[in-house]
């Protein structure tokens, strides 16, 4: 025995994916190319500073705008909230400072540049096993140099 008719759909069918992303040792993100990327303690930092702007009364005393409480918001908060490295503006923001030097002698991307940040990693054959598109593009003893920074900058967040 059928059910009831299902309604009408009332969104777009998403597009078949074009499969031009791909983060091996040739990194293509399609059309994602060029798009400036943040680290979980980046994105973290931008939601709590949202939530502290939100929190508050403006100028003229309008009533704060309160954050989404929608499952999607929730979900990702919690997410960074467990898994974000640095968790002070500060740290977060040195560690950018950090990272973002090799973005600019033209060495990595920003993709890879969010990736050092997020996954900490310890030695130079660790980040280029977990970020295989920065093999040839880095020296090993520049790489290390970016990594202790990093290193040093979570034991102390």
């Known amino acids: 025995m059928a059910g009831p008719p299902l309604p009408a759909t009332l ?3 998403r597009p078949p994916p074009t499969g031009d ?3 091996t040792t040739v990194l293509r993100l399609g059309e994602f190319e ?3 990327c943040l680290s979980l303690s980046e994105a973290h930092t931008i939601i709590q500073k949202l939530k502290t702007s939100r ?3 403006d100028e003229q005393g309008n009533k704060p705008v309160p954050m989404p409480n929608t499952d999607v918001y ?3 908060e919690a997410y960074l ?3 974000v490295r640095f968790k002070t503006e500060q740290s977060a923001s040195q560690v950018e400072a950090v990272s973002q030097k090799l973005v600019q002698e033209g060495l990595i991307t920003s993709f890879e540049r969010a990736q050092l ?3 900490c990693c310890d030695t130079v054959e660790e980040a280029r096993t977990l970020i295989p598109s920065l093999e040839g593009k880095v020296s ?3 790489l290390q140099q970016t990594l202790d920074d990093i290193s040093k900058m979570r034991d102390f967040s």
């Open 11 to 13: 969104s777009r069918r």
């Open 21 to 23: 992303e791909e983060t």
């Open 34 to 36: 060029g798009v400036p």
């Open 55 to 57: 929190s508050q009364t």
């Open 74 to 76: 929730n979900k990702t």
């Open 81 to 83: 909230e467990t898994f």
């Open 117 to 119: 940040a997020t996954l």
């Open 140 to 142: 090993d003893d520049e």
